[in-house]
């Protein structure tokens, strides 16, 4: 499944973002993160790239060493887990650590709890009131105490109906660029061995568009959907069409656009 990115013209404008993902539960195959798929398409609409994403153990010397490289390297950073009240909990300690400050219990946060549970606001539970000295609140509108963020850092719950009721304070606070558009041009009964020619000659000749092959395998047969993503809604259909002649002189007869839908 090559990806014919040329990253060595990046333009000027152009916003990144990594997502971390916290937990043992991911890496031991307990828990299916669904988390990445739905940053990466927010994003993809406000214009901000996902460019890196990394899955780490609740170790603090890890998650304090991952945040520490990819918030030098990038314009932000989501992390995602490991904020709730129990002793394996350590998203707020790693960050803290990672700026270099200590924890506090939000006044706002311990408000909202005291609110929740009265006198049954226990120790665990005032745990997820800890918010980084210098943070600021990420509104939480499903249920539960808010994220927060620091720097150019956003640490939202693991919950995936949570983390994205949290995304939708993160969106207006990114400096946004060019939403990337994407086309499919779908290969039928062409293997990936008669597409990569044509393919890359066109991804050479647009070094600033990602063009990326998807093979598939069914009853109906088997291709490749080629997918082609920019920033110029203009300049994409043209792609296309360089696109489909250059599989055509290549005696690839089966080729043309589709409209593919996200996957659920």
């Not at 669904?34 to 899955?55: F, K």
């Not at 041009?185 to 393919?199: K, N, Q, T, Y």
């Not at 088997?222 to 994409?236: A, F, I, M």
């Amino acid at each position: 499944m090559p990806d014919l990115r040329h990253t060595s013209d990046q333009p000027d404008d152009r916003v990144t973002c990594a997502v971390l993902i916290i937990g043992d539960e991911i890496l031991s195959g307990r828990t299916q993160d669904t988390n990445l798929r739905d940053i990466a398409r927010y994003l993809g609409v406000i214009g901000v790239d996902l460019a890196e994403a990394r899955t780490v153990p609740d170790v603090l010397d890890e998650i304090v060493a991952a945040l520490n490289a990819l918030r030098e390297r990038y314009d932000y950073v989501i992390t995602t887990g490991g904020i709730g009240p129990t002793h394996d909990d350590i998203t707020a300690d790693a960050v803290a650590a990672a700026f270099g400050v200590e924890l506090f219990e939000h006044p706002e946060i311990l408000d909202m709890m005291t609110a929740r549970w009265g006198a049954e606001l226990n120790a665990a539970r005032r745990r997820m009131a800890r918010v980084p000295v210098g943070g600021d609140l990420v509104k939480n509108p499903v249920q539960g105490p808010p994220g927060f963020t620091i720097g150019n850092v956003f640490t939202l719950a693991g919950v995936p109906q949570v983390m994205r009721g949290m995304l939708q304070d993160v969106g207006p606070r990114m400096r946004g660029g060019r939403p990337t558009v994407s086309r499919t041009v779908r290969v039928v009964g062409s293997g990936e061995g008669a597409i990569a020619e044509p393919l890359e000659a066109v991804a050479k000749a647009h070094p600033d568009m990602s063009l990326g092959s998807y093979p598939f395998y069914g009853p109906d047969g088997y291709g490749s959907n080629l997918v082609l993503r920019g920033r110029d809604p203009e300049q994409l259909p043209v792609v296309v069409a360089e696109l489909l002649a250059a599989l055509a002189a290549a005696g690839i007869a089966d080729a043309r656009e589709v409209e593919i839908a996200p996957q659920a």
